[in-house]
């Protein structure tokens, strides 16, 4: 202790895992202290288990014990996620990413190995006494005093009660509260209840377990839990919804008579299409059954009192987040006695304000993670329909989602400020000690509203292209009533022809196909340039909405989203989509949620696949439309171009089926295989702007002598309200008008995502990008400008 510091003696009663820890965050800064256990053995085999999360595994790696904690366990590889049937929901890697993410894996062992690491560097006899049964604490004015029932006393400054969820010391705290203001603890004393029982046990190796797996049962009223440890040891739960909620003084003790009457009952419950709950029953080498207590306890601390772990936050078990909060809340008591230690005095007072600042600072995050964990237990057990239709329809697609929810509850967890971070805290992607904050701007609220202009551009939209196409839709039903149409160069098209054999298809389609006509044939020079380089940039468009979708914190509805406005721009055209879009997409995804580590990069196969997809199902078509050598032949194209905003992700579908999931547990490796994303990244988005602004130049230069840009991409400012005097007419303006307000709303739309990265403090130059973007789309035409300013954005963002 340095001689500043002021001597601080602190009995922790209850040799748990938060007892046990906090000791050894006292010692690590010197502050006197000793642990009161009632057993006579500080790691009693009472057969529970406990999961270490990587918010508890910092801690324990800042004390120097998570390598003994690795050596003992098996990490968690993959979980599964079962009906009640026994019928597989999803099947997930998510352990990896949260071991890629904050840099440990997650580890199920024995909760008596884990006390025996955790006592193991303490002293027996001085720091830590067993056989010391508390009885009643004496709280005076310089001190307290414990009692234990061997007649032995201590004395100290603090006691710290991490006795569990029957905590003497908080019924001590209650008795020293309700002595100074009669009443003041009746509050606390009727919070805790209890709605569900488990059934716990640790088995042997079971046939068709397979270690570093988990297997959840999702059922109603009942789930189970079962992790595959080292060496196949199974540990396992059984949740059941009891009969009733009970209040804290009816909480029923269960014992060995009721758990085989109970189990009965659940035997042949599957935890896996091959094996039942008997099998690991079978195999148990302990087992108990305890009512779930769940409590949040208003009062943490008292005066020289204070309680930690389950005796002031008692959770249910399914998210594992019990033992790993009472680490946390150890660890951040700890922060607070160190700093209590380097004050100039240590009075009642002093101690008064520390515990109460401590128990401010604790209590949101606790709170979260306790509502969450007791939420789970009634997901997993189907408590409302919600829960039913989640866990059974939606649960498969919803597992990055999940995930993300687990991260978000291990940002921001606690740490020992006294001890510097182990490199395995500070080597990975996502750093526990990173607050998961979100802007006001990032609400849905907020974006909405820088959405504006967007809307703008589908306001515009509907008037201009809509007040055209009204014009025009009678030359049209005067072609298609007459059955043909005749190009300028003679050739003529038989309009009653099949083109799918699909009536619903040519139903559908064949009157689209015939407005593309004027302008793939060649009858309107003009509309061909426009049309050839328009067409040309939908490529880029379309990419980049699907390279979208195809980031790891995308859901089934990100996936899908570009299909679908896909699908919809092809029928009535992508400048009343394409802002529609793009609004959706910026409300949904805020930069932050992409700076979530892997949340930016994209799913390989998927990342790959799309450049030759987008070739040979969206570009082959395009230039066959304008290529073919007969107009028959080109309206064959056009009719498949008109389907490739699914044509393109099912090409793309064999690679994704058949590509081995991505399993990145060493940071290095992640590193390594964001540097092979990048790099087809910039090969895709390369590709598809040199493709479009090739197609630009080959339309400007082709057009006809004497037009200006303007002539072919720019339409008349008023044409909406202008007469339209032919068909091939009518649809060269709709096709201008489709155009300008697609790649408008593109660039409103990039505008937005570069003002994120300004505000999160990329460097940003609106005056550079505009003139950069002003410039690009004069040179190379507005798809490659696109792609270009959207790559920009990648590589930006790729550096956050």
Known sequence: MSSDQKQLRVIIVGGSVAGLTLAHCLLKSNIDFVVLESNCDIAPPVGASIGILPNGARILDQLGLFDAILDATEPMQTSHSWSGAGKLICTTDYPQIIHERHGFAIS????????????????????????????????????????????????????????????????????????????????????????????????????????????????????????????????????????????????????????????????????????????????????????????????WCNDRFVCI????????????????????????????????????????????????????????????????????????????????????????????????????????????????????????????????TVSDDTKYSGRALWTAPLLGCYVAANITMGGVLGKTIPFLGSILRQGTWTASNGETVNLTRPIYHIPRLDNTFGRLITCFLPSISGSDPRSYAQMFSFMADIGPVYGIWLLESYRKGSSGFDALLPILAGTAFQLKGIGKFAPLYYAIEYIRKPLSSMLHADNRDMKMTALASLLPATLAGCYLPTFANFFASTLESRRSWNAAWQLFPVVVPLLQLPFRIMAKPQSPTVLEESKQQRQKNMFVIRCTYGALAMISGLSFLYARFSAPAGTSLADIFLPNLHGHTEAVESFSEGIARFLQYDQVISMASGFVWLGLRLRELKQSGARVSWWKSTCAMLGATVTVGPGAAFALGWGWREEALARM
């Open 309 to 436: 772990g389950d005796s002031i936050h008692k959770m249910t078990p399914n998210m594992g987040q019990g033992g790993n909060s009472a680490i946390e809340s150890a660890a951040s008591l700890a922060n607070y006695f160190t700093n209590l230690t380097e004050t100039s005095s240590i009075g009642l007072s002093d101690i008064k304000n520390c515990l109460i600042k401590w128990q401010d600072s604790r209590r949101p995050r606790a709170q979260t993670v306790s509502a969450a964990a007791n939420a789970l237990t009634r997901l997993q057990s189907g408590a409302t329909l919600k829960d039913r239709i989640i866990s059974q329809h939606l649960l498969p697609y919803m597992s990055q989602y999940l995930v993300d929810k687990m991260s978000d509850s291990l940002m921001g967890a606690e740490k020992l400020d006294s001890i510097p971070l182990p490199p395995r805290a500070s080597r990975c992607s996502m750093p526990l000690h990173l607050q998961s």
């Open 108 to 299: 199920f062992l024995d909760r008596q190995t884990l006390l025996e690491i955790l006592s193991k560097d303490l002293k027996f006899g001085d720091q830590i006494q067993t056989n010391k049964r508390v009885t009643k604490v004496e709280h005076l004015p310089e001190k307290v005093r414990v009692h234990c029932t061997d007649q032995s006393v201590f004395e100290g400054d603090i006691v710290v009660g991490a006795d569990g969820v029957r905590s003497t010391i908080r019924q001590e705290m209650w008795r020293h509260m309700e002595s100074i203001i009669p009443g003041q603890a009746m509050e606390d004393r009727a919070l805790m209840s209890s709605e569900y029982a488990c059934v716990f046990g640790i088995s042997t190796a079971t046939p068709g377990l397979i270690p570093g797996q988990s297997h959840r049962t999702f059922a109603t009223d009942y789930s189970t839990l079962t992790i595959v440890g080292k060496e196949g040891r199974v540990f396992w739960f059984l949740f059941t919804k009891m009969d009733k909620i009970y209040s804290a003084s009816d909480i029923p003790r269960l014992n060995n008579e009721d758990m085989e009457k109970h189990m009965e009952k659940y035997l042949n419950v599957p935890i896996t299409d091959t094996v039942p709950l008997s099998a690991v029953y079978k195999n148990q080498v302990s087992k108990n059954f305890l009512a779930l207590e769940e409590a949040f306890y208003a009062n």
